[in-house]
């Protein structure tokens, strides 16, 4: 096996070994190479699955579920009012925040349905190639692993109504995006690539999201710099305030960017929901190591 599929099963098997609880009624299973890893790492532990359902967050996850001899339930057959115990899922990048980029394998819609419907979302981000290894504090550097969105990875993936694909792009370039486009599939004869639910896939740059803190960190130092509230101006945008102003374009369904609660705050809450952050992501590294980052 090679350095990054061992880096991707290191990271599965730990978020399993900390998280799956057998006694589960409901498990959300996403999409990936990575999440092979973490059925592998569900069977493995070789206790009876048979009353758990595994609800997939599209045609890839399902298969997977069904080859490993798991029970898959579609999402809309879930009884009223019930939450999943929990789901794992993967992500293109993660802040400090563990505010996500999902969507890049085009199932950004029904990854966040099974997420904002979970107890708690449990990321395993896996990892890819090139790595840049660098060493900061002793520690080998991952790609998805970053300090603020759009770091490393270049666009925010957003679901669209297809009829409406282009007053969008329109839109969002008002925002500010850097050439937003639509996701072509790569046959380029066959058009865009489409999603389960046979929508469109656009990709959008924008500058580097700012967390929070930032934007309090440079109200106190710059009380009139308007550059800093993270509302647009001169392109910067506060990361979950973006993530409303894109969702609100008429045509929009699904925004790549999963930010706000996660499930264990959006419960103590009082709310009958889950969260669309994690609450732990597992980073599997090139020496073999398992990087974990919590909820604050």
Known sequence: MSDIETAKRNAANRAVAD??????????????????????????????????????????????????????????????????????????????????????????????????????????????????????????????????????????????????????????????SLSPFIREGPIAKAGPIKTDQQNFIIDAPFSTLLLPSDVEKSKSLHPTHKGMEGKGENGVWEVETLAKAIKMIEGVLSVGLFVGENGIQAQERGSKMGGQRPIVAYFGMEDGGVTVRKSK
Not at 20 to 44: L, N, R
Not at 88 to 109: M, P, Q, T, V
Not at 115 to 131: D, L, W
Not at 140 to 158: D, F, G, V
Request: with cysteine.
């Open 19 to 176: 998280h799956f609880d057998p006694s589960a009624q409901y498990v959300g299973i996403g999409s990936g190479t990575t999440i092979v890893y973490v059925v592998e790492a569900i069977k493995a532990l070789d206790i009876d699955t048979a009353a758990i359902r595994f609800v997939p967050t599209g045609y890839q996850s399902r298969k997977v579920i069904v080859e490993a001899g798991l029970t898959p339930v579609a999402f809309d057959s879930l009884p009223k009012g019930v939450l999943l115990d929990m789901a794992f899922d993967g992500a293109d990048e993660i802040d400090d925040d563990l505010n996500c980029i999902k969507g890049g394998g085009a199932c950004l819609y029904q990854e966040k349905l099974v997420a904002t419907h979970a107890k708690k979302f449990i990321c395993v981000a896996g990892t890819n190639m090139p790595f840049l290894i660098l060493l900061i504090h002793d520690m080998p550097y991952h790609r998805k692993l970053q300090s603020r969105l759009l770091s490393k990875w270049p666009t925010i993936p957003i679901e669209v109504e297809p009829l409406a694909a282009m007053t969008v792009l329109s839109s969002l370039t008002s925002l500010g």
